[in-house]
Structures are given as C-alpha cells and as structure tokens.
C-alpha cells in the first residue's frame, strides 16, 4: 500500500489549501483514515479521523469548524479542505491509514497506522 500525499504550500493567514492524499489500493478497504501533521519541534499529532463504523469524521479541537475531511472511494483519494488558515497550522501534514478501525480514543495515537504518506509541507504566514 502507497500513500501519496499533495496540496501543501504557502499561504497567508485566512487563506485555504486542500491536500489530497491518493491510495494505491482501495480506500473502503481500510478501517481508519486519518490526518496528522507535525510541526517543528513538536510531536506528531491528529487533525482527524474517519472510521468504517462512525459516519461522521472526528477531528481535533484546534480545527473543528475550520477542517473538513472527505474523500473520493472511485479515484482512492482523500481530502483535507483547509480553511481560515492561520501560523499555527504550520506543519508537515501525513495521511495515514490502517486495515482495521480503531476506537475513537485511539484515533489520535500515531503508532496504531499501518501506513503513512510521505507528508506535505503547509506554511502559513504573512
């Protein structure tokens, strides 16, 4: 399985991207889709989080109501539309999946993925 990650760039604060992140094989496959994004100096943590048995994705509170994610099962791609972008976002931003769906608690826990894109750099800054 191969995770290929794209979108990143440098904006302005209050500006918007959408990275997509396209799978070599088929996303229904998978029990758990997520973002992650790291910045400097900081662990790595979760923005959000779709699983097979929930409709709804969850996502972190520093990016509800800014952050949508989605994704498109004909093309095994997902999306993370961005919007209201501000300097705090900054960071590498890592799709992840894993085979089986977790539990919502441990959405957030990077060592349960299977596989990892390769990461996209977002900057945001004046």
């Known amino acids: 399985v191969q995770l290929q990650a794209s979108g990143g760039g440098l904006v302005q604060p209050g500006e918007s991207l959408r990275l997509s992140c396209v799978a070599s094989?088929?996303?229904?496959?998978?029990?758990?889709i997520s973002w992650f994004r790291q910045a400097p100096g900081k662990e790595r943590e979760g923005v959000t989080c779709?699983?097979?048995?929930?409709?709804?994705?969850s996502y972190a509170e520093s990016v509800k109501g800014r952050f949508t994610f989605s994704k498109d099962k004909d093309k095994n791609t997902i999306y993370l539309q961005m919007n209201n972008l501000q300097p705090e976002d900054t960071a590498v931003y890592y799709c992840?999946?894993?085979?089986?769906?977790?539990?919502?608690?441990?959405?957030?826990?990077?060592?349960?993925?299977?596989?990892w894109g390769q990461g996209t750099l977002v900057t945001v800054s004046s």
């Open positions: 094989g088929n996303i229904l496959d998978y029990g758990t």
């Open positions: 992840a999946t894993r085979i089986r769906a977790l539990i919502l608690s441990a959405c957030g826990d990077a060592k349960m993925y299977d596989h």
């Open positions: 779709s699983r097979r048995q929930s409709g709804t994705p």
